[in-house]
């Protein structure tokens, strides 16, 4: 397997209601293993992953926000997060606990083309 | 006062379980009654014993049988639902038992409140 | 009559069905829904409108789990689960829209 | 168990792409057996469950459509099917497998509030 | 590169996002998004709007299991499972709006 | 052409595993090879043995398990994932195995076209 893919996870759904936005993670971190292209894109409520001052205590189940900002250390540095999503949420750069590179609807159906796998969560 | 509980999605895929588990702990915390709790359609899948989540996470399966243990609970699980999923009586898991959609209407029937937990 | 809403208000319709179909009664925010209770959404001014005539909850836990425990919506009070135990045992009855 | 209560059951989903609609179905008849005051309600994509003509060869599962017509010999004859949610899937009353009172969205939210138990699909 | 979606256009935001999004390519329609494919519908102009830019697909089975296959929007085509096998094939990769 | 397929949703609640299975049987009979099925999130509960669906209805399980004797499909169930949902050896369906999220990775990397199923 020495072939690299462009590998897009696309997250598109809030943490804790389902179990997608921590598998998601998973997944990134297992494709980084393979030493593959990773991309993640934050669409939807899926930029709500990466709001800061996630406390879970209250609904006993385990914090993962924290990981996001792990995934430097793997070498995972492409994520995007869509302009028109954080707007309709209120949410602007400042609230999300890791850098990202935010682009416009049209620039992240783009960057989608040109990948070759696209993993959706 | 009495309370029913529906849940009908399975534990860690979504927050139902987890909503349904915290809304029966604090009711009984209140002094209310959590008279039975039905498990419909995917629902089912917290009633299994193979359940192993890792270490550091939430026993969801475990905790129902714990509570219902505790507290008398009556944990029925729909045999329609069940058998379509796999659970049956050799993978049920403690506090737990088998029964038809009956259950669910008496449910209805009987308490003072029935309260859905689902996707 | 207690409406209780578990979906994202700008991914799923069940909010919107919910405040087409209620005259009266309370409506409780859990799970993906506490979105709904949060300044800034696209869904603020509706929200608004709908505090003025019916009652708004939203599950303290679950927007403290989101990280949005600091945005609520003026005029929609927060409850922890033996509030929304309250709620379920002061209305007459119950609907999850699911 | 000689009370006898109003229960309302509240289909919003669309048939085949979940299990819901089967479910409910399930229910409906064993509650109307419990000799107990049964409503069906359909709102957003659970008037879909009533359209005419449904044909699933082609997807290898059962079609269930027609016990919406035998719910009349089980006494079950309280269908409720909302206006504004038919309106907006360019449905008539014409499209529809069984006779149902069709009720603004009001005038259901209003008879929602006299149910005693209602159970969501 | 194919966009596959699966939800009602009425209940959830899924096809909504992929219109905001997609500038080419290919969509296909199947489970509850086939609602989406049809005359009547509330989405009706925005799909007609999209079929004129972007080639949409339904996947007929899914269709004619809820009653609708005499009600597609004209320029949206149909497709069989070995429809939907070819498209996915001719596209250079595919993404599904869960 | 070469084809994986990932099922993220269980049997009969949702259509996904229907869907990922007609997509499957279409793609052979096209002349194409589906090289893996991964069953992912709640989609490990399509690999139970203990499944029994109503006479008049179609066995989910069982027809995967069919159709990848018959076409050598190899059919991988999420370890992770089982083990939160009580999907273990003792109640694994025949023609499934049970492995890491690697085998995902590598169905990306390995496969013309990853198409995923679910909800």
Same mark, same amino acid.
């Given at each position: 397997?020495?072939?690299?893919?462009?590998f897009m996870f696309v997250?598109?759904?809030?943490? $804790?209601?389902?179990?997608?936005?921590?598998?998601?993670?998973e997944?990134?971190l297992?494709?980084?293993a393979?030493?593959?292209?990773?991309?993640?894109?934050?669409?939807?409520?899926?930029?709500?992953?990466?709001?800061?001052?996630?406390?879970?205590k209250?609904?006993e189940?385990?914090?993962?926000?924290?990981? $996001?900002?792990?995934l430097?250390?793997?070498?995972v540095e492409k994520?995007?997060?869509?302009q028109?999503?954080?707007?309709?949420?209120g949410l602007?750069?400042?609230d999300?606990?890791?850098?990202?590179?935010?682009?416009?609807s049209?620039?992240?159906?783009?960057l989608m083309?040109?990948?070759?796998?696209?993993?959706?969560? | 006062?009495k309370?029913?509980i529906?849940v009908?999605?399975g534990?860690y895929?979504?927050?139902?379980?987890?909503s349904?588990y915290?809304?029966?702990k604090?009711?009984i915390e209140?002094?209310h009654?959590?008279?039975?709790?039905?498990f419909y359609?995917?629902?089912?899948?917290?009633?299994?014993?193979?359940?192993?989540?890792?270490?550091?996470?939430?026993?969801?399966?475990?905790r129902?049988?714990?509570l219902?243990?505790?507290?008398?609970?009556?944990?029925? @699980?729909c045999v329609a639902?069940?058998?379509?999923?796999?659970i049956?009586?050799e993978?049920l898991?403690?506090g737990?038992?088998i029964s038809?959609l009956g259950?669910?209407v008496?449910?209805?029937i009987?308490?003072?409140?029935? @309260?859905?937990?689902?996707? | 009559?207690?409406?209780?809403i578990n979906?994202s208000?700008?991914?799923?319709?069940?909010?919107?069905?919910?405040?087409r179909?209620?005259?009266?009664?309370?409506?409780?925010?859990i799970?993906?829904a506490v979105?709904?209770?949060?300044?800034?959404?696209?869904?603020?001014d509706?929200?608004?409108?709908?505090a003025?005539q019916?009652?708004v909850y939203?599950?303290?836990p679950?927007l403290?789990?989101r990280?949005l425990a600091?945005?609520i919506?003026?005029?929609i009070?927060?409850?922890?689960?033996?509030g929304?135990?309250?709620?379920?045992?002061?209305?007459?009855?119950c609907?999850?829209?699911?």
């Amino acid at each position: 397997m020495s072939d690299i893919k462009k590998f897009m996870f696309v997250n598109r759904k809030a943490p $804790y209601g389902t179990i997608y936005a921590l598998e998601s993670l998973e997944v990134v971190l297992i494709t980084a293993a393979f030493d593959q292209d990773v991309s993640l894109a934050f669409l939807d409520d899926g930029v709500y992953q990466l709001k800061k001052g996630q406390q879970t205590k209250g609904i006993e189940t385990k914090n993962f926000s924290p990981t $996001y900002r792990a995934l430097e250390g793997y070498d995972v540095e492409k994520l995007y997060v869509e302009q028109e999503s954080l707007e309709a949420r209120g949410l602007t750069e400042a609230d999300l606990l890791v850098d990202v590179t935010v682009l416009g609807s049209k620039e992240m159906g783009a960057l989608m083309e040109q990948q070759d796998v696209v993993l959706s969560f | 006062m009495k309370f029913g509980i529906v849940v009908n999605e399975g534990p860690y895929q979504h927050q139902a379980s987890d909503s349904a588990y915290l809304f029966c702990k604090a009711a009984i915390e209140r002094g209310h009654e959590v008279w039975r709790v039905f498990f419909y359609h995917d629902g089912v899948n917290n009633a299994t014993r193979l359940t192993e989540p890792p270490q550091d996470d939430r026993h969801i399966v475990n905790r129902w049988g714990k509570l219902a243990e505790e507290h008398k609970i009556d944990l029925v @699980v729909c045999v329609a639902a069940a058998l379509r999923r796999g659970i049956r009586d050799e993978n049920l898991a403690q506090g737990f038992r088998i029964s038809g959609l009956g259950q669910l209407v008496e449910a209805g029937i009987q308490t003072d409140r029935l @309260v859905v937990f689902g996707d | 009559m207690l409406h209780i809403i578990n979906k994202s208000p700008l991914c799923h319709n069940a909010l919107e069905s919910c405040l087409r179909t209620v005259g009266s009664g309370d409506i409780l925010l859990i799970e993906d829904a506490v979105y709904a209770a949060t300044k800034g959404n696209a869904m603020e001014d509706r929200m608004r409108a709908a505090a003025g005539q019916i009652k708004v909850y939203v599950l303290l836990p679950d927007l403290e789990a989101r990280g949005l425990a600091d945005r609520i919506i003026d005029g929609i009070a927060s409850v922890d689960y033996g509030g929304f135990v309250d709620l379920v045992a002061a209305n007459k009855n119950c609907q999850s829209w699911l």
